[in-house]
């Protein structure tokens, strides 16, 4: 039977699941337990996706994911096949581990994210795992309350943000949220048999529907179709947060002036994916290898330089944000 594809594209939320074959457990230790959050941060960072929640149940898992870089399929793929790896050498099996074809759905980035956190962290209340979620080792939650490092690599700040701007109440507006039974409209549609495609308003829906053919199949693999973002959208982006003109973008110079520039360039890449080529004629420069020298630069700068990270990600979610807008 034919799939329909996986509609991809850059900043796209998705709630991801997966269960054993036969229902089977995915889980069978805490040997198991502690391998899949390691390798779910390892893939984080190596993929560049950003996981809000997760709950890794006896039989199957949830996670909350961002993917800036439209890499979902290719990201998936490495979590899934590394972890099915390392499964089937630690308990002697050989094999499929899970039943197939993760389930996906793509997520309105607003407020049907703290419903969807929610439902995640209360899934193993509402199984019976235990009476309180505090007492659930094998999820997210605890993360929230948290300020230690090891959860460094949880982007829940985005999430918390939407509970209340104040950061010094994010903790209090949680512990409060997650108490409150799920929203009906969310549990009703993720406990059924079948998922829906989309979970967001009619806006966030059509909008998505019109720019991609939803109801394409393939009969192999999942095939990523991009919405991206135009030029201008990038371009403003940039120019806002360094509070420049549009024409210092496309000048270059030397040193820190070249820090608006290279982000820029960097973004094209990433976000839109447009060839070195592109990229080298679009800022005017002489050689693309140039293009690729700028990107390597800005990457190695983003490993150490966490004030050009979070400058990174947040033009990067202007860009998003104006993007759903259209």
Same mark, same amino acid.
């Given at each position: ?6 509609i991809?594209y ?44 997760y ?14 870089e439209a ?17 089937n ?11 197939g ?21 209360r ?6 795992l ?14 929230y309350?948290?300020?230690a ?34 929203d009906?409209?969310?549990?009703g549609a ?14 966030f829906?059509?909008?998505?529907k ?20 135009? *030029?201008? !959208?990038?371009i403003? +982006? =940039?120019c ?8 210092? &973008?496309? /000048? ?16 094209f890449?990433r ?8 990229i080298?004629?679009?800022? *005017?420069? !002489?050689?693309?290898? +140039? =293009?690729?020298s ?7 700068? &983003?490993? /150490?330089d ?7 990600e ?5 860009v ?7």
């Amino acid at each position: 039977m034919s799939r329909p594809l996986r509609i991809q594209y850059p900043g796209a939320w998705y709630h991801i699941m997966n269960r054993g074959r036969r229902l089977e457990k995915i889980f069978n230790s805490t040997d198991d337990y502690e391998v899949f959050v390691e390798l779910l941060r390892e893939t984080s960072e190596m993929w560049n996706i950003r996981i809000a929640a997760y709950c890794l149940m006896p039989n199957h898992y949830h996670i909350l994911v961002q993917t800036p870089e439209a890499n979902l399929s290719r990201s998936m793929r490495h979590l899934n096949g590394i972890y099915t790896q390392n499964f089937n050498r630690r308990n002697n099996y050989d094999g499929t581990l899970f039943r197939g074809r993760y389930k996906s759905i793509l997520v309105s980035a607003d407020d049907y994210l703290l419903q969807l956190v929610r439902y995640i962290h209360r899934s193993p209340l509402k199984a019976g795992l235990v009476k309180t979620i505090n007492k659930y080792r094998w999820s997210s939650h605890k993360g929230y309350l948290s300020a230690a490092g090891k959860w460094d690599w949880l982007d829940k700040k985005f999430i918390l943000s939407m509970l209340t701007p104040k950061k010094k109440d994010w903790l209090k507006e949680y512990r409060k949220f997650i108490k409150k039974d799920c929203d009906e409209s969310v549990s009703g549609a993720l406990d059924g048999k079948r998922w829906p495609v989309f979970l967001g308003p009619d806006s966030f829906i059509d909008r998505v529907k019109s720019e991609y053919d939803a109801g394409k199949t393939d009969d192999e693999i999942p095939q990523a179709r991009s919405l991206v973002p135009e *030029k201008e !959208q990038i371009i403003n +982006s =940039v120019c806002g947060y360094y509070s420049i003109d549009t024409d210092e &973008l496309f /000048v270059s110079r030397r040193g820190q002036f070249n820090e608006p520039r290279n982000v820029a360039i960097y973004l094209f890449r990433r976000l839109r994916r447009d060839r070195l080529t592109q990229i080298c004629e679009e800022f *005017k420069m !002489q050689k693309y290898s +140039s =293009v690729s020298s700028v990107i390597e630069r800005v990457k190695a700068r &983003l490993a /150490v330089d966490k004030q050009l990270k979070k400058c990174v990600e947040k033009i990067s979610d202007d860009v998003i944000k104006s993007q759903e807008q259209i």
